[in-house]
Antibody
Framework: QVQLVQSGAEVKKPGASVKVSCKVS????????IHWVRQAPGSGLEWMGG????????IIAQKFQGRVTLTEDRSTATAYMELSSLGSEDTAVYYC????????????WGQGTLVTVSS | QSALAQPASVSGSPGQSITISCTGT?????????VSWYQQFPGKTPKLLIY???YRASGVSNRFSGSKSDNTASLTVSGLQPEDEADYYC??????????FGGGTKLSVL
């Protein structure tokens, strides 16, 4: 059973960066696609990017290209999502999530990490 | 990549059926049979209901069904129950190898 445990809430100032971690089961980083999805307060789900395990390719939504960096530390089975140049519109709950392959649907979600951007 | 278009809200009475549409383009919904539907309650993480257009996820009631025609996918909830009141999101894989969600639909059971 895949477990996804995310880091705690963050408060950041505009212009700063935030790095959210997602500790997964050991095999998840090797065999599962890791997605990052965010949800602003009162708004819908927004796909940010993902890691395709088949070719270790990081795929970022066009809107976030240049601002989002996806990394992983296999020694600790942890995936990371870093978002830079934060603005108030980036205030949201950020989720990591997994799928069997990159084309398959997300079937497991982390608990979410609230990132608040405020001066 | 614009969000897939969903109605902001739909409503129905207990026992009735409702359908939520999800309109995309030939680069996403119309390109593949990789459309999924999620149910989300306030303060909770989304739950997968339907995948690959028509397949129900494990444990999902057969009152939920999915379909697709050209660039529009649909989720039908039959025999509405009060506990179906939630937000519903569609999602599609795209020709750019990304994913895109719909804007979400709030289902009210009157």
């Amino acid at each position: 059973q895949v477990q996804l445990v995310q880091s705690g809430a963050e408060v950041k100032k505009p212009g700063a960066s935030v790095k959210v971690s997602c500790k997964v089961s050991d095999y998840a980083l090797t065999y599962l696609a890791i997605h990052w999805v965010r949800q602003a307060p009162g708004s819908g789900l927004e796909w940010m990017g993902g890691l395709d395990p088949e070719n270790i390719k990081r795929i970022i939504a066009q809107k976030f290209q240049g601002r989002v960096t996806l990394t992983e530390d296999r020694s600790t089975a942890t995936a990371y999502m870093e978002l830079s140049s934060l603005g108030s519109e980036d205030t949201a709950v950020y989720y990591c999530a997994t799928a069997v392959t990159m084309v398959q649907p997300i079937d497991k979600w982390g608990q979410g990490t609230l990132v608040t951007v405020s001066s | 990549q614009s969000a897939l278009a969903q109605p902001a809200s739909v409503s129905g009475s207990p026992g009735q059926s409702i359908t939520i549409s999800c309109t995309g383009t030939s680069s996403d919904v119309g390109a593949y049979n990789y459309v999924s539907w999620y149910q989300q309650f306030p303060g909770k993480t989304p739950k997968l209901l339907i995948y690959d257009v028509t397949y129900r996820a494990s444990g999902v009631s057969n009152r939920f069904s999915g379909s697709k025609s050209d660039n529009t996918a649909s989720l039908t909830v039959s025999g509405l129950q009060p506990e179906d009141e939630a937000d519903y999101y569609c999602s599609s894989y795209t020709s750019r190898h990304t994913h895109v969600f719909g804007g979400g639909t709030k289902l009210s059971v009157l």
